[in-house]
């Protein structure tokens, strides 16, 4: 039997059928700016801490603003780490912003202070080896081949306000049949992973909320994903 997610509690349908986004309200920053970047991209989009709402809707966004072992804390206060974990197990979108990406990653080391991660991906955050940080600014990135969330803007700048970043890739595909994640670089200093797309969860280092017209389309290309397009009629049956 399939279960309609929203009978389960969480976002009610858009009764003009766009997909229903829930930005997660744990403390983290000021999200007003993503709400409003996610609507002007086509999404119903509720900010909310319920965990029923976040686990019910179509696509969750989990913004990040602050030192990684804060953000940590309150994402616990709302049961983010579990409520993360199941969407991503159960393949249902995440977008992670800032240090969203970061508490992705096993660990981070800031002043000193090592936090642990969701541990969704191998890797450290670690202090950028750059003359000046933060690195706050537009900066180009080098999205792979096949990447579906920079489609049309794989050339684009984007904004990025951070000190940390993740400077290698250690996943390892673990199944012939599974597809490995694609890897966005950008480089201050030294190269950082900018974004990564893995299944249902995808990451971006940089703000697309704060990134003008790149980061507008960044945005419409994951709110499109969250429900797949009917596939056409054949003509045959079109005409039946």
Known sequence: MVVDPHTLGGPAPDPE?????????????????????????????????RAEDALNADGLVVPG?????????ELKAVDGPRIIG?????GRPVLAIC??????FERGIEHGVE????????????LLPAPVVPHMGWNTVSAPEGSRLFEGVEDERFYFVHSYGVQSWEFEVAQPKMAPPLVTWSEHGARFIAAVENGPLCATQFHPEKSGDAGARLLRNWVRSLRPHPAPRPAAEAAS
Request: hydrophobic share 45%; no cysteine; proline share 3%.
């Open 17 to 49: 059928g766009r997909p229903t986004v829930v930005v997660l309200d744990y403390g983290s920053g000021n999200v007003r700016s993503a709400v409003r970047a996610l609507e002007r991209a086509g999404a119903a989009v509720t900010l909310s801490s």
């Open 65 to 73: 603003v602050g030192a990684f072992a804060t953000v940590m804390e």
């Open 86 to 90: 199941r969407r991503v197990a159960g």
């Open 99 to 104: 240090v969203g990406l970061q508490i992705m």
């Open 115 to 126: 936090a642990d991660g969701l541990g969704e991906w191998p890797g450290t955050v670690e």
